[in-house]
């Protein structure tokens, strides 16, 4: 996974890196809750180009229950098949972000997310907080649509999880040296 984070940026000066990034979702309905909890998404981005990307190990989900992390992984994501998701892109407005300045920023993010063999474009807004000279965390959220990502839902349980997951996003990142 380093590997596919390891990719030069063009024009890198000032990169943040984090191996503990959380990406958790909700797909649950009324009937159940289905969330799931990634503490170990790698992600790298370049404060001078906006650059990002995100990686992580679709079986390192957790949930509440064991059988539901069984039936996600065997059932739904086929984790053995499609074991990584990614997100590459651009934050779009990076030069609003004042790298030198305690505080928290808006942000716009562009790129590809893979998940499940399927790649789409996907934009989002979100924050970036400077916290200081070393260290920054941040945050987003946004919609997934099951179906377009080829991720079949059976009849049995179709009332009990959501056509839609809400994924969640917060890093907390190092200055990379």
């Known amino acids: 996974m380093l590997t596919l984070l390891s990719v030069q940026l063009a024009g890198a000066q000032v990169r943040y890196f984090t191996k503990t990034g959380n990406i ?5 309905t009324a009937l159940e809750d289905i969330d799931g909890t990634n ?16 990686a992580l190990l679709v079986k390192g989900f957790e949930f ?6 069984e039936h996600f992984n065997e ?8 074991p990584k998701s990614v ?6 407005n990076i030069e609003k972000v004042n790298f030198k300045k305690t505080g928290e920023y808006p942000i716009t993010v562009k790129g590809t997310l893979d ?3 399927v790649s789409k474009e996907i934009e989002t807004t979100g924050t970036i907080k400077v916290l200081n000279d070393e260290t920054v965390t941040s945050s987003a959220s946004f919609p997934v649509t099951l179906e377009d990502y080829k991720i079949a839902i059976p009849g049995l349980v179709k009332d009990k999880i959501s056509k839609t997951a809400k994924i969640a996003v ?7 040296k």
Do not use: P
Not at 39 to 52: P, Y
Not at 75 to 82: G, L, V
Not at 87 to 92: S, W
């Open 39 to 54: 503490k170990s998404a790698t992600s790298v981005f370049d404060a001078g180009t906006g650059q990002i990307e995100f």
């Open 115 to 117: 998940i499940h063999g």
């Open 170 to 176: 917060y890093c907390s990142y190092a200055l990379l």
């Open 87 to 92: 997100f590459k892109g651009k934050i779009m």
């Open 64 to 69: 509440k229950s064991a059988l539901m992390q």
């Open 24 to 28: 958790s979702f909700q797909a649950g």
């Open 75 to 82: 059932n739904y994501m086929e984790s053995d098949k499609f």
